[in-house]
């Protein structure tokens, strides 16, 4: 092998659920100079690469698999004779299905090196999130995984159905949707009973995961009658039975939900992954973007006096960032605080304040600006300084004023809208009623989205859609423009807000 040749990972994405992946196969992916990603691939395994890597679509169609998977076994030879670092991200396992075995011979043969990285199979996986396992001491101690394809089935098919359909207590069938009718028929003339279980599970461990049962003799006709599509496994044996028992991932209080999140994108993750948690499809649609104020010189002037404040209050990780970011550029540190103390509004701001070094003397009980302005002490003839964004609401430093306080508020970041991107998409789904529930954490983020909707009024938008806010300042912002809050997060804080989508969302259904 040449020295000058690249490396080529063969790596196993798994069966749908980013978090599935190995992390072998994420390890692959940071070191990456090219990505070549099947259709079965969660994109959202890309952020795992390099920004800098070349991720090319692999993804074969029907009709056209030979052709284009002689491409993309170019593509490997190509960019790794090129000396780069190449992930081949399958879905599943690579030697399950995956033609993981003719690409790696096409690199051995070429003299590149490889490895292989495993993935869990949709084989095992899908079943495991549908309720069933596979093997059970009472049950199955034996199982096959065969493919449906239609090559399987011809005369000359490689696989052994006349032994096969009896030979194992569960059988699972991958690529095998479109011909399930002819697999149910020959599974039953060669011995298999026409009462045995059977279950088809449609994009298995994703929100989309879709489960039909039904027995060898009807799940065909089951299938087509509601139109059932791949891809798909196809679970057959008594396992089947242990469903009602061992369901859970779609028992969860969002499973099926699809659910919009427009928090500032570099904040989006935490809520979607709690809520994703919980069972829900999310929609990353971020609405606001935060911009620190350039050429700000009352920011600059209180940070060089930060030595006169007695009390400095931070109501946002965002305020933490912004400040302490700005006070490094100007050769501060966390002695600069000097005796000033520090209220933080919020869990995740005193964490934020710990990461800088910042310990925090006061926390209210609840983080809205009536209860800080109520709760500090001492106030009176205290100077006290509130670094905050551009559009802020006033409650908190009226409040302290009128106990005694002298408050100096510095806007410090701005909240802009974002890029439009997919606002077309997003507009339709909300219309049609395919969209169940909008997020908001912030009066901004309301103003922005209604504005980039603005050709329907907020009441036509959102008919057909509930509304989840943070904390009764947002509510009452939401309510001001025209929309009806259905959850309000009793604590400000994206735990809780998730916590309270998921308990509304469980009341409807004992409702219901």
């Given at each position: ?24 196969g ?8 090219v ?55 399958k ?42 396992p ?43 949707i ?6 149910t ?8 009973k ?45 396992v ?6 061992l ?50 010189a ?59 070094g ?37 409650e ?46 912030s ?28 904390g ?29 989508i ?5 009341g ?5």
């Open positions: 092998m040449s020295a000058k040749f690249g490396k080529v990972y063969l790596v196993g994405a798994g069966p749908g659920d980013p978090k599935l992946i190995t992390l072998k994420i390890e692959c992916l940071q070191q990456a100079d990505v070549i990603y099947d259709l079965l691939v969660n994109v959202k395994l890309l952020g795992h690469a390099s920004p800098h890597a070349k991720k090319i679509y692999g993804g074969k169609m029907a009709g056209e698999q030979e052709r284009q998977q002689s491409e993309i076994n170019e593509l490997m030879v190509q960019h790794a004779t090129a000396g780069k670092t190449v992930v081949r991200l879905g599943g396992d690579p030697f399950v299905f995956g033609r993981g075995g003719e690409e790696a011979l096409i690199l051995a043969d070429a003299g590149i090196d490889f490895e292989i990285v495993p993935g869990i199979s949709s084989a095992i996986a899908a079943p495991a999130y549908a309720g069933i596979v093997t059970h001491r009472e049950y199955a101690s034996s199982v096959g995984i065969v493919t449906g394809h239609s090559a399987a089935l011809g005369s000359d098919s490689p696989v052994r159905w006349e032994q096969l359909s009896t030979a194992v207590d569960t059988l699972v069938v991958l690529m095998g479109g011909h399930l009718r002819q697999i028929e020959r599974l039953i003339d060669y011995g298999r026409p009462e045995t279980p059977a279950a088809l599970i449609h994009w298995g461990t994703t929100p989309q995961q879709e489960t039909l049962e039904g027995t060898l003799s009807d799940i065909a006709h089951k299938a087509e009658s509601v139109g059932f599509r791949s891809p798909a496994a196809i679970v057959v044996g008594e089947n039975t242990l469903r009602n028992d369901r859970w991932f779609d028992r969860k209080p969002l499973f099926g939900r699809t659910i919009v999140v427009t928090r500032a994108r570099a904040q989006i993750s935490e809520l979607a992954e709690k809520l994703e948690s919980y069972g829900a499809q999310t929609v990353q649609f971020p609405t606001i973007e935060i911009q620190p104020i350039n050429d700000n009352a920011f600059d002037a209180a940070i060089g006096g930060l030595a006169e404040y007695n009390w400095i209050i931070f109501t946002s990780v965002n305020a933490v960032e912004v400040f302490y970011c700005n006070l490094r550029e100007l050769g501060g540190d966390a002695r600069s605080f000097g005796k000033a103390r520090i209220c933080a509004v919020g869990p995740k701001t005193v964490k934020a304040l710990d990461i800088i910042i310990r925090t003397d006061f926390v209210p009980s609840q983080s809205h600006s009536a209860a800080i302005a109520a709760e500090l002490e001492p106030v009176t003839a205290q100077k006290i300084l509130v670094p905050h964004a551009k559009i802020a609401s006033q908190l430093p009226d409040g302290l004023r009128e106990r005694g306080a002298i408050v100096d508020v510095v806007p410090i970041y701005d909240t802009v809208k974002a890029c439009m991107e997919r606002s077309g998409e997003i507009e339709a789904n909300l219309v049609n009623g395919r969209i169940d529930m909008v997020t908001f954490t009066a901004s983020a309301i103003t922005n989205f209604l504005d980039m909707f603005n050709r329907h009024s907020p009441a036509a938008l959102l008919e057909n859609v509930h509304t989840a806010v943070i009764p300042s947002t509510a009452s912002a939401a309510q001001r423009s025209g929309l009806s809050v259905d959850v309000v997060a009793r604590e400000t804080t994206i735990e809780n807000l998730a916590d309270e998921a308990i509304f969302y469980a409807k259904e004992s409702k219901s």
